[in-house]
């Protein structure tokens, strides 16, 4: 058994981490007990000796005569349906919002007839590596290595072979086989396991209740939830910091070295994703997201990194692991991120972009974290001339690219309009102003290309880049500028790709990014292009594009970060919060519904300067956090 394509899978979490479950009812990543953990399922990235977890009728693909699977409306509990030449049975799968310990539940139902199953569960921990000690009493399996444990408890008879676990049992109709899997520090006792039937629906009921707070409306509305949920869903609780998957690896392009770990918190997502979250109405996500951006880039704004850890974490070394052969033999497989020590002018934009939406829609500014906006722009008033690794991490040499100048500009433009709109901040309005002037001036000169009548990837060349697509987006320029339109076209006749949009034309020698082969079409880039053609007054250009991204979904609502037009299928890692972000944007300006939602303080929003932070105490407007129901642990019996 290997791995499916990447859209057969399913995402199901507790804001923590993220598990991946297939269309076949196998469960083949699963980092314990954090987004980026090492794994202890990694069939994903490997074969069947590297860690899965599989409830199925017995006999594998021969046995099953067709095969149904959804999300519960509105919730990330995951259902799926196989029916048999003797019956059919229901596999419902979730990971319940933790108390402590990270839980996947798995409840096996008859629906009809009788349904001879199969289980096999390989724990492989450390990313496929480590074989763990495997003990068993009544009801219970123990897999124990070094800090890491892992409890299955369970109803069936399990026996070892091969250094697998495997299990075969029968569900009648109306008959349910609870399986809960949790792991624990190995020092530790196993937690008790938690009622199957009782967690599955008080997680849903969770999912349901914060689904119904989405206050966006229109024809667009079930893809707008589904892609808030699944931003939820990639959201680590605990600080508030959004991973952009919850995978590493994955390829670019099937078969090629394109693979980076994208369990991580980027800052090149900051502004966009706040956008969505309060365009959905998720007034106290957004201010968490902000909160958890204050914290990770406070220190030497000169050392300002473009990724962080979910909790913030700084060093993000990245390596290889050797043992496991990658995605279809998509090598190598990454840990960490490289990227992460790389120069980018881009990130102070969408650090000061992001803070000025969060406070303009908060209405509150606060003197210590204007103290920190101040230095990011002291740091450009000589740092914004200097080359950088552009937004796309490039690892070629550093260039003058117009995208990273653009967000400089973004940069001082939103320092600007903060002093303008809360006069009792202190800063150098008129030399902000000057510089503001200054960068633009050399822009509109260095980074347009006459010759073919758009901006370019770089200054003073003739190569496009998609990025440049965020112009309007950011207000550099309004819609109606004969140079924007020029660029959406130029973007248009060199970047497509069977209709979907290029981040920029690879080169076989890597001169362009310093790496070889080729890549999918950038998803968030073809919602960009969504945007632009809506704002040039493309409107019907714009939906149709938005409807053929909408049917690049999996049969789940999920996105990845690429696509695929030759091969037809998704490629990159899944699934991707910025491609869903990109969706939600797109969505509630395609529908007029792109305005800020504000948060829930009184209706006349009167600018106020505080003089604490809010990533030191809560945010004014926040409502506290009401505490979950308590899932009763308790056995849950096979009944029929």
């Known amino acids: 058994m290997s791995s499916q394509r990447i859209e057969d899978y399913a995402v199901i979490g507790d804001l923590h981490t993220a598990a991946l479950v297939g269309r076949n009812g196998s469960v083949d990543w699963l980092c314990l007990p954090h987004f980026d953990s090492p794994s202890c399922f990694s069939q994903l990235l490997g074969d069947e000796s590297h860690g899965f977890w599989q409830l199925a009728p017995a006999g594998g693909e021969k046995g099953i005569v067709a095969t149904r699977r959804s999300y519960r409306k509105d919730s990330l509990v995951l259902e799926t349906e196989f029916d048999t030449p003797t019956g059919t049975v229901r596999?419902?799968?979730c990971m319940p919002m933790r108390d402590s310990h990270p839980h996947v539940v798995r409840l096996v139902e008859g629906l009809a007839g009788t349904v001879d199953m199969?289980?096999?569960?390989?724990?492989?921990?450390?990313?496929?590596?480590?074989?763990?000690?495997?003990?068993?009493?009544?009801?219970?399996?123990?897999?124990?290595?070094?800090?890491?444990?892992?409890?299955?408890?369970?109803?069936?008879?399990?026996?070892?072979h091969d250094l697998?676990?495997?299990?075969?049992?029968?569900?009648?109709?109306?008959?349910?086989?609870?399986?809960?899997?949790?792991?624990?520090?190995?020092?530790?006792?196993?937690?008790?396991?938690?009622?199957?039937?009782?967690?599955?629906?008080?997680t849903d009921a969770y999912w349901k209740e914060w689904a119904a707070r989405c206050t966006h409306e229109g024809p667009y509305r079930d893809a707008v939830v589904r892609s808030l949920i699944t931003l939820k869903a990639l959201t680590y609780e605990p600080t508030g910091g959004i991973v952009a998957a919850a995978t590493t690896s994955l390829p670019e392009a099937v078969g090629g070295s394109r693979n980076w770990d994208y369990r991580y918190c980027w800052l090149r997502d900051a502004t966009l994703t706040l956008e969505s979250l309060m365009r959905g109405g998720y007034f106290d996500e957004a201010m968490a997201w902000r909160d958890w951006l204050l914290r990770a880039v406070a220190g030497d704004v000169s050392r300002l990194q473009i990724m962080y850890g979910p909790a913030g974490e700084r060093r993000l070394d990245e390596w290889e692991a050797s043992w496991l052969p990658g995605y279809e033999s998509s090598a190598p497989v990454r840990i960490g991120n490289a990227a992460s020590g790389q120069f980018q002018l881009d990130v102070y934009g969408e650090v000061m972009s992001a803070l000025f939406e969060s406070a303009r829609s908060d209405g509150v500014q606060s003197r210590a974290a204007w103290a920190l906006q101040t230095q990011l722009v002291d740091f450009l008033e000589t740092g914004w001339s200097e080359p950088d690794d552009g937004i796309w991490e490039v690892r070629g040499p550093r260039r003058h690219f117009t995208h990273s100048k653009v967000m400089a500009w973004v940069a001082v433009d939103r320092a600007v309009k903060t002093l303008e709109e809360w006069p009792d901040l202190e800063g150098p309005l008129e030399e902000w102003r000057e510089l503001r002037h200054k960068i633009f001036t050399e822009v509109c000169e260095k980074g347009y290309n006459k010759d073919i009548g758009s901006f370019t990837q770089y200054y003073d060349c003739d190569q496009l880049d998609a990025s440049v697509l965020m112009i309007p987006l950011v207000g550099f320029l309004p819609p109606t500028d004969p140079r924007v339109v020029g660029t959406v076209e130029a973007v248009e006749k060199g970047l497509l790709e069977n209709g979907f949009v290029l981040r920029y034309r690879t080169a076989d020698d890597g001169a362009v990014d310093g790496l070889t082969g080729r890549e999918g079409a950038f998803l968030a880039c073809s919602f960009w292009l969504v945007d632009c053609l809506h704002m040039i007054g493309r409107t019907a250009d714009a939906e149709k594009l938005f409807a053929r991204l909408l049917a690049l979904r999996n049969d789940l609502g999920l996105l990845s970060v690429e696509y695929d037009p030759i091969g037809g299928r998704l490629v990159g890692n899944f699934p991707q919060a910025f491609s869903h972000v990109s969706l939600v944007?797109?969505?509630?300006?395609?529908?007029?519904?792109?305005?800020?939602?504000?948060?829930?303080?009184e209706p006349s929003r009167r600018r106020r300067v505080v003089d604490h932070t809010?990533?030191?105490?809560?945010?004014?407007?926040?409502?506290?956090?009401?505490?979950?129901?308590?899932?009763?642990?308790?056995?849950?019996a096979a009944t029929g």
Request: aromatic residues 10%; hydrophobic residues 35%; glycine residues 6%.
């Open 118 to 160: 199969h289980m096999e569960l390989t724990v492989r921990f450390d990313y496929g590596e480590i074989v763990p000690w495997v003990t068993s009493t009544d009801g219970l399996l123990r897999m124990t290595a070094g800090p890491d444990a892992v409890a299955l408890w369970h109803l069936v008879d399990p026996v070892g």
């Open 91 to 93: 596999i419902t799968d």
């Open 585 to 601: 944007n797109s969505a509630c300006r395609l529908t007029g519904h792109d305005a800020l939602a504000t948060g829930p303080a």
């Open 614 to 636: 809010a990533s030191m105490l809560p945010s004014l407007s926040r409502p506290p956090r009401r505490k979950r129901p308590h899932v009763t642990k308790r056995r849950s």
């Open 164 to 202: 697998h676990t495997v299990a075969d049992f029968t569900v009648r109709e109306g008959q349910r086989f609870p399986f809960t899997f949790v792991w624990y520090p190995s020092h530790e006792e196993p937690p008790p396991p938690l009622d199957a039937y009782y967690a599955i629906n008080l």
